[in-house]
């Protein structure tokens, strides 16, 4: 016995000097790139409380003393206030449907047995396969003939049917874990199959909503090429759609640009900080295992 | 239970309908519609395999693919070397993982879009971040952007987007790795780099299958960078913005259509070439 601790004794020993080196070189490369994601942002903040003049002549100094102009120009001049609402109105209404309609046709995938079940299944895979760029345009179409393009309905639906997979798959993951004798209890209780699904799948399967919520929001969000084509007339162009068109248009407008870039992306990190929790707690039950 | 059928035919019925209406369908009128030559919505002319001839001959989809393929190399060995690296050192340290795997996921929440503004700014030739500091290093100025340099200049910000997205699938994967694993390899004297590449990347191989198929199909759909940084000049098409041109801003709906499926070819035909490339890989561990 004696001699065999020692020599673990040793082997711990003998690491954790070794490890001091090599942890310390990967602290600093953590580090290292930790910095190529706030220095960026960090930079562009700080410009963004600059005319473009000192952006141009001195973009590393700090804006010591702020000034608004640029968020001034860019609400007034060029109606990022209403932008942020259409962004805010169709991804929420995205998310919403997502998740209505994606729960639901998880809850019958996870707990319900029927033959149609591995069909669909495959059906739900397949889709997954189709980019948007495969579908883009009869969905032009589509929205032409029912004189639902440059509303907020189109881009909602197409953006609803373009996740419902990746929620329903998560979702499904999620509630096939949830233990049967829930079920029952509620039986029992005389719930239905939809009262059933509101007071306790829905409630129990709440970290796979979230997450579900988060990316689903984010993606739809932050896509441009849709916005591009099926909603970009200003009464309801995202706020994506108008990033592009002001870089094109006040591309030499430095500060401007600097302030839209901050006006779009520190929002959503705010909203990222706070929920930053969920994405992990979601990505580890659901993503991975699809 | 008694009244399934249903219940099972209400809950699946919005998803039904709007996945035929707005994939299923879609997908199979450009399949349809590639068959087409086209003038607008309304008017068109059945030409067999015309549209898939001209596929065949055109020079610049045969650049963008070039382009697209030349992106995804950068993404495979940089996107996805880099996150794996960096989950394997998160794994390793005790300090501070909650703050790295927050930082590091910043750019994932960041639109493409506005990415690529802020890369605007940075490759900016008179003031932008880089010759900035060029500048101050007493050094010439670089023009960025040029023909030969745009589409790397392009993955750098495209790589750079999704490293944190993938370093928590993979930061997830590792910590799903049983301690006895570690354990054992620690008596053997498995440290440091070789426990990286003898037990944690064997160990995680078919989630780092899922991220590769996940970046090939990504970086298909590369649009925003290229459509934001370059223009898509220069010697920077790629397929998403040549199939925009063709298809939207030329509204050339038939051969746009044509395009479309040579796209969902290819990925497809990639994602199965690289689950079979690294099938073979799986054995010899």
Redesign the interface.
Known sequence: MQPAISKEHK?RQM?SS?FSL??TL??I??TA??L???Y??F??VN?SFKVSND???S??SLSLKPVLVNYTTAFDRINLGKSYINSLIMSGGTVLLVL???G??A??LAR?T?KAKRP?FS?LYA?L??????????????L?KTSLVNTYWGLI??H???N??FA?LVIAGYMSTIAKELEEAA?IDGC???QM?VKIFFPVSRPAFASVSIFVF?WS??D??SA??FVNKESVRPI?AL??Q???QY?TD?GL??T??TL??IP??IV??FI?KF??KG??EG??K? | MKGDRKYILIFLFPMAALMSIFLYYPFFKSLYLSFYRTKGFFDKKFIGWDNYERLVSDKLLGAATLHTLELMLYVLIFQVGISLILATMVDNISKFQRFFRSVFFFPVVISGTAISLLFVLFYNYNFGLLNGILTGLGLEKVLWLSESTALKAIAVPTVWHYVGFYFVLFLTAMSKIPADYYDAGKIEGINGFKKMTKLTIPLILSDIKVVITLAITGTLKVFEFVWVISRAQNNTDVLGTYIYKKALVDQNFGYGSTIAIYMVVLGVILALLANRLLKSDEITY
């Open positions: 082997i690491k070794r090599g942890t990967m602290y490369a953590l790139w930790s190529t994601t706030i960026p942002l930079w562009v410009n952006v141009i002549n973009s590393f209505l309609f994606g639901l046709a809850y019958v319900f029927f669909i059906l889709t396969l189709i980019p948007a760029f495969a579908t883009v345009v009869p969905v032009y179409e589509i032409i639906l197409p609803t049917a373009g419902l997979t329903t039986f239905n199959r939809w699904f984010l969000y932050n441009l090429f591009l084509i994506v990033l592009s002001i870089s094109s591309g430095f640009m600097a839209a870039v779009t992306v959503i990190l990222y900080l930053s994405i992990e990505l580890t993503a991975i699809g």
